[in-house]
């Protein structure tokens, strides 16, 4: 029963990220890319657990923490290279 | 027991792949950029904790015992989301002047925050702030 809606869920959680893909590629603002992105990071998350609750492992679990670090860090540093013109100072 | 804690594993799977697929689908469906917002930063968040507590108890069903990790990731996550949430709108305020022309007036002394350069004036007697 777990491995059927975890079938499920990977098929939803991916044709989300579809949708991202489509708001990163149409987006009119720079910021929609930014904001695309980062659902994006958030999805992937969702997905390497979902692929960890599927092989049974505790491994992916350090794979999601770093893209949510990598994911928060890349969106604060989007969001001031485009306020700013650079990233640090 | 076990039954009702696959039970409890599989709603909670499938609760969290219908948020993030909602938070996805406002991204993509929502009109402009200030309601786009809302869609991912909240429904993805309560999509992602619901992966996550599912994973938990995925674990207290294959291994023995409760898994701690995922609180982690559930914890940065609920943290910095809204962060990153005021630093897209802040800069979409910012980069667009027209978006700046059309917000409506505070109705106090003070402008919005985002655009108050320097000093803010003084709050008056009676207001709710002190």
């Keep these: 029963m777990i491995m059927v809606a975890c079938a499920i869920a990977l098929a939803v959680v991916a044709a989300g990220m579809l949708l991202n893909l489509y708001r990163l590629a149409a987006g009119p603002d720079a910021l929609d890319r930014v904001l695309a992105l980062d659902t994006m990071a958030i999805n992937a998350i969702a997905l390497v657990m979902l692929l960890g609750i599927w092989f049974e492992t505790h491994i992916y679990f350090e794979a999601a923490l770093l893209i949510a670090a990598v994911g928060f860090l890349a969106t604060v540093a989007f969001c001031k290279y485009l306020l700013r013109g650079n990233v640090i100072g | ?130």
């Design chain 2, 1 to 130: 027991m076990p039954a009702a804690l696959e039970i409890a594993v599989t709603v909670l799977i499938l609760a969290g792949a219908f948020f993030m697929f909602v938070g996805s689908y406002g991204l993509a469906k929502l009109p402009d950029m200030m309601r786009r917002l809302h869609g991912p930063t909240k429904a993805t968040t309560l999509g992602v904790g619901a992966i996550l507590v599912a994973s938990m108890l995925d674990a207290l069903l294959v291994t023995g015992d409760l898994s701690m990790h995922e609180l982690l990731i559930a914890v940065f996550l609920f943290l910095t989301a809204p962060v990153t949430a005021n630093m897209i709108a802040k800069a979409y305020i910012l980069r667009n002047r027209a978006e700046r022309a059309a917000l409506p007036p505070t109705g106090r002394p003070a402008g919005w925050a985002t655009l108050v350069r320097g000093e803010v004036p003084p709050v008056p007697e009676g207001s709710i702030r002190p």
